[in-house]
């Protein structure tokens, strides 16, 4: 799941040598934190956050097959 995101994530931005990654895991819940450079936050978030929901969407959809639930938090 976490080379997914940064895969995701280095395509959009600018400056992909930044993105990181970080896993928390809890019971049921796998807590992916999304950290980019500052500039490139704009492009990871996109117009009214439509990019991020759509990362977000990706993520949960290739949870499915491990029956986890996936939240990607993105950070500064």
């Known amino acids: 799941m976490k080379e997914l995101l940064e895969q995701i994530a280095r395509s959009l931005v600018d400056h992909p040598e930044s993105v990181s990654v970080t896993e928390v895991e809890e019971e049921n819940e796998l807590i992916l934190e999304l950290r980019v450079a500052a500039d490139d936050m704009g492009k990871v978030i996109g117009k009214q956050g439509r990019i991020a929901k759509a990362i977000r969407v990706v993520m949960k959809a290739a949870a499915v097959n491990e029956d ?5 938090e993105i950070v500064q």
């Open 68 to 72: 986890r639930r996936i939240v990607v």
